[in-house]
């Protein structure tokens, strides 16, 4: 007998027929002898409308109220899962996350999970009842909802894995497992059988909405055995391992893309030392991440251009902080560009291997695409493109690298 966490994301869910899908795979978890924790997303679609409806009163908002709207969809699909498993004669409960309760802290919108305390659901494992949670929520020191970033019904479920001691966490999505590229974008991708914690943290930091970051994060510190497959067939999937279990390592074993950045540029900022953290300084006090920053002597050498990128949807609330300070900073101009994507290549064979970098680039180079913004790290290179030739840098990349499917 082993415990087991099945997490269904929103397609998986996305009507009665899926559910009935999904919950099937849960009686045969079940009927096999095992106790079996299930964590749902919101139905397909869902989410997005509620985010819809806040963003519609304005992008500034109260975020504690926005966690109350947003995580709603996960309580009715939470509801219908467990309605679904007692008609199939599955002895079944929902569990919101107050109910566990799942203790955060108060970062609405992106809360941490701080505490699980899992007893009570324990029990009911052993007493052969399936625990359906909703996933998504936690509840704050203070007694409110809060969501844990878009995509976090990843990081409930490992959290349940890591906090329950389950054998497995299978995140079932509309994929069959974790691929060199998107394979919706990339027809070519290739499967993979398996991949270290490491290079997928990087894939998912870096775009790939397979696994929500910190959820691979997660999984990696507390060693959760951790699955992505397919809920529509049963096909093996890829499995997130230790680098030592990874025999052949590629020197690049994927690409990402996002578009969910943005680039700032401050332009002739006085160069002086202080510089730097007078305008990230008070951005990271705002709690908005900086992620890629450039920074180019201007012609008069007394100036300085300092590029940098945010998320997206913190671009509004950075030009406000950036604005408020803009005789401190003295610049001469703000100039806001949401028309980029970051292209990154990853793979652990990068550490004993030399030039990956060089290919990117010349890759690009021969493709006439240019390179805005540039970072580095052990396992991983991104470069700062034009948003419209997302497609294209894959596209070549993936072929450079030699990924693309036999
Ligand atoms: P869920 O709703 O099940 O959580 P997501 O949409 O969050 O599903 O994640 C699955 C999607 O991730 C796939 O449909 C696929 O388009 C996308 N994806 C992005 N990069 C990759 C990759 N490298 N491998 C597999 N899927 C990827
Ligand atoms: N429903 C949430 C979202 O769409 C959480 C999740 O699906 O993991 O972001
Ligand atoms: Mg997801």
């Known amino acids: 007998m082993a415990r087991i966490v099945q997490k269904f994301g929103g397609t998986s869910v996305a009507d009665m027929d899926h559910i009935r899908n999904a919950a099937l795979r849960t009686k045969a978890e079940r009927d096999a002898g095992n106790e079996v924790v299930v964590v749902v997303s919101a139905m397909s679609g869902v989410t997005n409308r509620l985010v819809d409806y806040v963003n519609s009163i304005g992008s500034l908002h109260d975020a504690s109220e926005y966690d109350t709207v947003v995580s709603s969809g996960e309580q009715i699909s939470s509801g219908l899962m467990a309605l679904t498993l007692q008609d199939m004669g599955v002895p079944a409960r929902s569990w919101l996350s107050w109910q566990i309760p799942i203790e955060t802290d108060a970062t609405h919108g992106k809360a941490r999970i701080r505490r699980i305390v899992a007893d009570e659901i324990a029990k009911r494992l052993g007493e052969g009842e399936v625990v359906v949670v909703a996933g998504f929520q ?4 203070d007694n409110r909802i809060t969501t844990l970033g878009r995509g976090g019904s990843d990081i409930s479920a490992v959290a349940l894995a890591a906090a329950l001691e389950a054998e497995r966490c299978d995140i079932y999505t509309d994929v069959d497992g974790v691929y060199t590229c998107d394979p919706r974008i990339i027809a070519s991708a290739r499967k993979l059988d398996k991949i270290t914690y490491e290079e997928m943290l990087e894939m998912a930091s870096l775009g790939s909405k397979v696994l929500q970051t910190r959820s691979v994060e997660m999984a990696m510190n507390h060693r959760v055995c951790l699955q992505v497959r397919s809920s529509f067939d049963e096909s093996p999937g890829t499995l997130v391992v230790d680098e030592d279990e990874v025999v052949e390592k590629e020197v690049v074993s994927g690409v990402t893309y996002s578009r969910d950045e943005a680039k700032i540029t401050l332009v002739k900022v ?14 990271a006090d705002a709690n908005i991440n900086v992620d890629m920053i450039v920074q180019n002597v201007s012609d008069d050498g ?10 997206k949807d913190d671009l509004d609330r950075a030009k406000v902080v950036l604005e408020e300070r803009r005789d401190e900073l003295a610049y001469a101009e703000l100039v806001p560009d949401p028309n980029v994507a ?14 990956v970098a060089q290919q990117m680039f010349s890759t690009l180079a021969e ?10 790290s052990e396992i991983k290179v991104s470069v700062l493109i034009e948003e419209k030739f997302t497609e294209q840098a894959l596209c070549a990349l993936h072929t450079a690298y030699d990924l693309d499917a036999a």
């Open 138 to 141: 936690g509840v704050s020191p």
């Open 342 to 355: 970051k292209i990154s290549v990853i793979g652990v064979g990068m550490r004993s291997h030399v030039g």
């Open 270 to 283: 006085p160069d002086r030392p202080g510089v730097a953290a007078s305008i990230f300084g008070p951005l």
């Open 302 to 311: 007394a100036s300085t251009d300092v590029t940098f990128t945010v998320v």
């Open 367 to 376: 493709n006439g695409i240019n390179i805005q913004v540039i970072s580095t």
